[in-house]
């Protein structure tokens, strides 16, 4: 009997301490990644356990980080274990369908009240759409006692409420890093995407035109298949062109190409964006938030800011030539 509330005076020590250690978790500096482009991960090591010197770091590369590199550390020895992804994922001029799963760093000694980082380098893929978290599980090992950051909250679950989280790492699009304004390019993989914007509709019109400029700087083709925004139900691709002295558009079917290398010009008069079934008129003024879709890049958040009605230019932009006998949209 005695013995029993022993162990569970221990068992309730024991949770005490590591909820009191759970306060200081291992962490990754880096708190946000962008898909298509290059991670550095920095784990941070702030405590050992219960008061033992930290000797083991490892960490868990997910499915979708593909690439991943250690950096070497001063007195620990850095060992890699590699395996097949669970497919080719595009990187750089080819596919790549292997690579390290773990990294562990060995041999070294963190006392308990010092702090440490264990770099590495990767890559996202597409794989993480913006909005989604990338958990990098963590298992610290210590001169006695272990670790192990491994918890993944479940669709929902506050990661708070986790005694050992994985660190997590938010995909944000390139766009939300880079671009604060719409003024310059936002980069999502190899496309650039240049002033996204479209004009104020009279009330009661079904139909607004959007307009963007998109540059592709990669070797491949990527295709824009869609856009969207809250305003509208449904969207479409159009190109104009002239018939007998008639504007007449039509769908662009399959998505617009964006060749390596070439710049893509939605703009009033030519190719475009036409948002349709709105419920609500976009104001000159308004910026608007939508995405835009493509084959490769993926789903882009984009803000269209609204130029007055009939407008040749996105507000901000030098007046162009007032408009002129083009088709209202
Ligand atoms: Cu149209």
Redesign the pocket.
């Known amino acids: 009997m005695n013995r029993i509330v022993r162990a569970e005076r221990v068992a309730g020590l024991i949770l005490a301490l590591s909820s009191t250690a759970a306060f200081a978790h291992a962490t990754l500096e880096r708190k946000e990644a962008s898909p298509n482009a290059s991670y550095r991960g920095v784990v941070q090591i702030t405590h050992g356990c219960n008061g033992q010197p930290t000797n083991r770091v490892s960490v868990t590369i997910p499915e979708g980080i593909v690439g991943a590199k250690p950096m070497p550390k001063p007195g620990w020895t850095v060992s890699t274990e590699k395996g097949a992804y669970a497919r080719a994922y595009p990187y750089f001029h080819g596919d790549i369908r292997e690579g390290v799963k773990t990294i562990t760093w060995t041999g070294g000694s963190l006392p308990d009240d010092q702090v440490d980082e264990f770099t590495f380098l990767a890559r996202v893929t597409d794989a993480f759409a913006p909005g989604s978290t990338i958990y990098f599980p963590i298992e610290q090992d210590c001169d006695k006692g272990q670790y192990r950051w491994s918890e993944i909250p479940a669709a929902g679950q506050d990661a708070h409420a986790l005694k050992s989280p994985a660190p997590g790492v938010r995909v944000v699009a390139a766009a939300a890093k880079t671009a604060p304004a719409a003024a310059s390019g936002v980069k999502a993989g190899d496309l650039t995407i240049d002033t996204p914007w479209m004009r104020a509709t009279p009330g009661g019109a079904k139909?607004a035109?959007g307009y963007v400029r998109v540059t592709n700087t990669g070797t491949q083709p990527d295709r824009l298949t869609g856009a969207s925004i809250p305003l509208a139900a449904r969207s479409?691709i159009?190109s104009?062109s002239m018939d007998g002295g008639v504007m007449r558009?039509a769908a662009v079917e399959g998505g617009l190409v964006i060749k390596p290398g070439e710049t893509v010009e939605l703009k009033p008069g030519g190719l475009?964006l036409?948002f349709e079934d709105l419920s609500g008129a976009p104001k000159a003024g308004d910026v608007i938030q939508g995405t835009l879709t493509f084959e490769r890049a993926g789903s882009v958040p984009v803000s269209f800011s609204v130029a007055p009605i009939g407008a040749m230019k996105p507000a901000g932009a030098m007046p162009g030539p007032a408009a002129q006998g083009h088709?209202d949209?």
Do not use: I, S, T
């Open positions: 139909v035109g479409a159009h104009m558009m475009h036409m088709h949209h």
